[in-house]
Nanobody, 124 residues
Framework: QVHVAESGGGLVQPGGSLRLSCAASGRTVSNYNMGWFRQVPGNEREFVGAITWTGSRTLYTDSVKGRFTISRDNAKNTLYLQMNSLKPEDTAVYYC?????????????????WGQGTQVTVSS
């Protein structure tokens, strides 16, 4: 069993930055590939980005490329999502997730463990 918990959400103005954290615990978390997703009420959960367990490879959805950066610190069992140049359309609940599957996964159904989410609101 792996437990993950997001933090760092809040209200930010357009063009601003925010860093989300995801603390993981349980089984050897460093062996899991991790991902970030977001969801707006009424919409399906959307893939944001993913990172391999070594941190050597990342993948992003097109709408966040060049603005968001995923990283991880396995010594601290923590995943990060640095979000820059935020836009109102980035407003959503953001979730981190862990998967035992090989490779960078983009579908929610491919992830085994989820956090409760943290709200990010981009508004002036």
């Amino acid at each position: 069993q792996v437990h993950v918990a997001e933090s760092g959400g809040g209200l930010v103005q357009p063009g601003g930055s925010l860093r989300l954290s995801c603390a993981a615990s349980g089984r050897t978390v460093s062996n899991y590939n991790m991902g970030w997703f977001r969801q707006v009420p009424g919409n399906e959960r959307e893939f944001v980005g993913a990172i391999t367990w070594t941190g050597s490879r990342t993948l992003y959805t097109d709408s966040v490329k060049g603005r968001f950066t995923i990283s991880r610190d396995n010594a601290k069992n923590t995943l990060y999502l640095q979000m820059n140049s935020l836009k109102p359309e980035d407003t959503a609940v953001y979730y981190c997730a862990a998967t035992g599957r090989i490779g960078l996964r983009t579908l929610p159904s491919e992830y085994d463990y989820w956090g409760q989410g943290t709200q990010v609101t981009v508004s002036s």
